[in-house]
């Protein structure tokens, strides 16, 4: 009861003494409010192990959701278009290559890119090895992405046939 007192007489004076009004809080972004947050869903389609030199999509998308709900997160959410370049910035399969990835493989890319960096990055390949994979998910992460500051996460499949 004392406490609400003396938020009411707090509010009162800040009014009283023509200190104007209250700024408007800066937008907090929840799950519950964000699309890409609340897409992030269910990541369990075999990337629960770090591939390459850093943690998995799963650990970056669960980063950034906890984030949000602490209401730590805030800004618009990433355009289309920008969603678009990331697309096509990983659908051009340029680092399979380089990777000595086999030709009959199937190759499952997840990657948490935020402020242009692919921070989170899960990498399957059948048949390959675990060097292929984290060979991927390295050269993945020196891709530049469009820069934003909320979490995008982009996922793409290649058959290799």
């Known amino acids: 009861m004392r406490l609400g007192v003396l938020i009411a007489i707090a509010g009162l004076s800040s009014s009283a003494c023509g200190g104007g009004p209250p700024e408007p809080e800066t937008p907090v972004i929840s799950?519950?409010?964000v699309p890409?947050?609340?897409?992030?869903?269910?990541?369990?389609?075999?990337?629960?192990s770090d591939s390459g030199d850093g943690p998995s999509c799963s650990k970056v998308i669960d980063e950034e959701r906890r984030r949000a709900e602490r209401g730590e997160v805030s800004g618009e959410e990433p355009t289309e278009e920008l969603r678009s370049e990331i697309k096509a910035l990983l659908n051009t399969g340029e680092f399979l290559g380089r990777c000595e990835v086999p030709e009959t493989s199937r190759v499952e890319v997840c990657a948490a890119i935020i402020d242009g960096r692919a921070r989170g990055v899960t990498v399957t390949i059948e048949p390959g090895s675990p060097d292929q994979a984290s060979c991927v998910a390295n050269a993945i992460r020196a891709i530049a992405f469009p820069s934003h500051p909320l979490v995008d996460v982009a996922r793409t499949s290649f058959e290799r046939l």
């Open 31 to 33: 799950p519950e409010s």
């Open 36 to 48: 890409s947050l609340s897409l992030l869903g269910d990541v369990q389609r075999g990337d629960a």
